[in-house]
């Protein structure tokens, strides 16, 4: 009987992972995501200046990524997550964490890097060695 429970259970979780690439419901890792970037929080805008003046779209992590092109912006205004991909996108980061975050030009922690001081913000990351939608990963240093 344990066999026929797990091949249920298997197919359970494998009908629950078609239905959310069907629905494009967000993986549970992205559950915290809601826009607001809190304490804590280690958030990136799709725009300069945190995004003023144009659409909403935030990301925020409290642990570190090492791939952005698994997530999606998500538009604080709709509350929701939209099709666009966070991998070099993004142009401002704000560090509210209690950690060193270093924001990667490359995937898997590579090329040119920055690293935000707990508190730290920059509204144009055009102005450091990442540089403006070129951002890839990040890592937490505690």
Known sequence: MSGMKR????????ASIALAGVFGIAPAASAAVDGSCGGGEFCLYENTDYNKGNTPNVY???????????????????????????????????????????LYQHVGYGGANTTFDPGDSDGYLANNSVGDNRASAHKFKC
Do not use: H
Not at 75 to 100: I, K
């Open 7 to 14: 091949k249920i259970t298997t197919a359970g979780v494998m």
């Open 60 to 102: 925020q992590w409290t642990g570190s990524d090492r791939d952005y092109n698994n997530n999606r912006w998500y538009n604080a205004a709709d509350r929701e997550f939209t099709n666009d991909v966070l991998d070099n996108e993004a142009s401002s980061v704000w560090n509210r964490t209690g950690c060193d975050v270093t």
